[in-house]
């Protein structure tokens, strides 16, 4: 699949955890690095950060007890010297996700804009109930790219979904997986103080095999200008990965993102 090298890029992400704090550092750096496009990077997480999560996020003590998002978007935001844009609240409202990965402009006849704002979101949620809230919103969109990391102790996956001129050229994760849109767990707003303070067993090496991965899908797509894979299955324990790559279709016939 084929991305436009120049066409402005907005960018979500849905969690600022696990994967997601790993993610962050490597997301502004290569916007610093991408001197042909404009971006927007919004970071949205309503979890605080708490001692527990100093052994496996990219935290340290002077973070404790506050938004997971803000600390890492101010972090590395003021250091390559891009705009901060935070939301430090869960984005569980199909609405408002809905809104968020809108293009902020469109290329129009009759606007200055040369090309429409790309829109790519990422999903680093550890719930299926809000990757079910992302699987509608993609399946309503007009263009799309959601990338959405899972893993549990050291296995998990990384799925590259995208819809084009109001198709799904891509499969996204719950179209991989059914599983995770039947799935009857809870919303991080949900949760009592004694279910959040149960925490889905993960090591640090499966949050850093799914962040490199995402970022590779992010490299490929913005600096590269070009989808090689699909989706990746991983094992941090065994050092392995597993990629579904692009079969590649004949000269002419590849489109662009819209």
């Not at 959040?196 to 590269?224: C, E, G, H, M, W």
């Amino acid at each position: 699949m084929k991305y436009s090298a120049t066409a402005p890029v907005k960018i979500v992400v849905l969690g600022a955890g696990g994967t997601g704090g790993y993610l962050i550092p490597h997301l502004y750096r290569i916007a610093f690095a991408d001197g042909k496009r404009a971006y927007r990077i919004i970071i949205c997480d309503g979890d605080i950060v708490e001692p527990k999560n100093l052994i496996r996020q990219n935290f340290t003590n002077q973070d404790i007890g506050r938004n997971k998002a803000s600390v890492l978007a101010e972090r590395y935001a003021g250091a390559f010297g891009i705009e901060c844009e935070y939301i430090p609240e869960y984005i569980e409202n199909e609405e408002r996700l809905g809104n968020l990965v809108s293009p902020d402009f469109k290329k129009q006849y009759w606007n200055s804009s040369t090309e429409t704002q790309r829109v790519i979101l990422i999903g680093c949620v550890d719930n299926n109930k809000s990757r079910a809230v992302c699987h509608r919103v993609f399946s309503k969109c007009e263009s799309l790219v959601y990338i959405d990391s899972g893993n549990g102790e050291s296995t998990g996956q990384v799925v590259c979904g995208v819809r084009q001129n109001g198709r799904t050229t891509y499969k996204p994760v719950g179209s991989l997986y059914p599983d995770v849109l039947k799935s009857t767990d809870k919303l991080p707003t949900e949760l009592s103080c004694a279910e959040r303070a149960v925490s889905a067993p993960q090591s640090v090496t499966a949050n850093l095999t799914a962040a490199t991965a995402v970022v590779s899908f992010l490299y490929d797509l913005l600096i590269k200008g070009e989808l090689n894979t699909r989706y990746v299955t991983f094992s941090s324990s065994l050092i392995a990965v597993r990629a579904e790559t692009v079969k590649k279709r004949k000269r002419g016939k590849e489109k662009c993102a819209a």
